[in-house]
T-cell receptor, first 109, second 118 residues
Framework: LAKTTQPISMDSYEGQEVNITCSHNNIATNDYITWYQQFPSQGPRFIIQGYKTKVTNEVASLFIPADRKSSTLSLPRVSLSDTAVYYCLVDFGNEKLTFGTGTRLTIIP | EAGVTQFPSHSVIEKGQTVTLRCDPISGHDNLYWYRRVMGKEIKFLLHFVKESKQDESGMPNNRFLAERTGGTYSTLKVQPAELEDSGVYFC????????????????FGPGTRLTVT
């Protein structure tokens, strides 16, 4: 399974755009890139998924360069409620998810 | 639509005792997964059911753990006998390929059961 590397923690002020980058050098051709968000005392929650280029939904955007060896989750105009741990996963198919350490994002008022 | 539910939310037992965790997936979801996070570690996969069949149980740590999903609905995870290193948070997730947006289908997680073995 492809391994991912992402910053352990990040801080940002409210209202700013936050970009979290994930490295996945060994991503396979069939792998998709998926991001999950986890609040304290809750299970992880799906945010966004993509294969290449750019994907945008009502919560975030996901930027994937042509070589797919990295991806960037972009959160527009963050608020205090965006404080959470964000996980980057590389997976294919309806199989087990492989979580790394995640990035602990803290939003400062 | 109700989400994935887990019971109990917290369990405290003594070493050597038995504990059974329950997971109710989203109605209609054939896929059910168990994960756990032990103290200070990453969330790790335990096993995957497709309906009542075990698709992948490669993450089960040892034979003290027994998972069942009779009838393909709810699932139980029994730990017998419990050891100190079993303490952690046990998550259940479910998914339905029919509503997936891509090959890596979205998994819906429950809130977890926090297990403390003393």
């Amino acid at each position: 399974l492809a391994k991912t590397t992402q910053p352990i923690s990040m801080d940002s002020y409210e209202g700013q755009e936050v970009n979290i980058t994930c490295s996945h050098n060994n991503i396979a051709t069939n792998d998709y890139i998926t991001w999950y968000q986890q609040f304290p005392s809750q299970g992880p929650r799906f945010i966004i998924q993509g294969y290449k280029t750019k994907v945008t939904n009502e919560v975030a955007s996901l930027f994937i360069p042509a070589d797919r060896k990295s991806s960037t989750l972009s959160l527009p105009r963050v608020s205090l409620s965006d404080t959470a741990v964000y996980y980057c996963l590389v997976d294919f198919g309806n199989e087990k998810l492989t979580f790394g350490t995640g990035t602990r994002l803290t939003i400062i008022p | 639509e109700a989400g994935v539910t887990q019971f109990p939310s917290h369990s405290v037992i003594e070493k050597g005792q038995t504990v059974t965790l329950r997971c109710d997936p989203i109605s209609g979801h054939d896929n059910l997964y168990w994960y756990r996070r032990v103290m200070g570690k990453e969330i790790k996969f335990l096993l995957h059911f497709v309906k009542e069949s075990k698709q992948d149980e490669s993450g089960m740590p040892n034979n003290r753990f027994l998972a069942e999903r009779t009838g393909g609905t709810y699932s139980t995870l029994k730990v017998q006998p419990a050891e100190l290193e079993d303490s952690g948070v046990y998550f259940c997730a479910s998914s339905d390929p029919g509503t997936g947006k891509g090959p890596a289908y979205e998994q819906y997680f429950g809130p977890g059961t926090r297990l403390t073995v003393t």
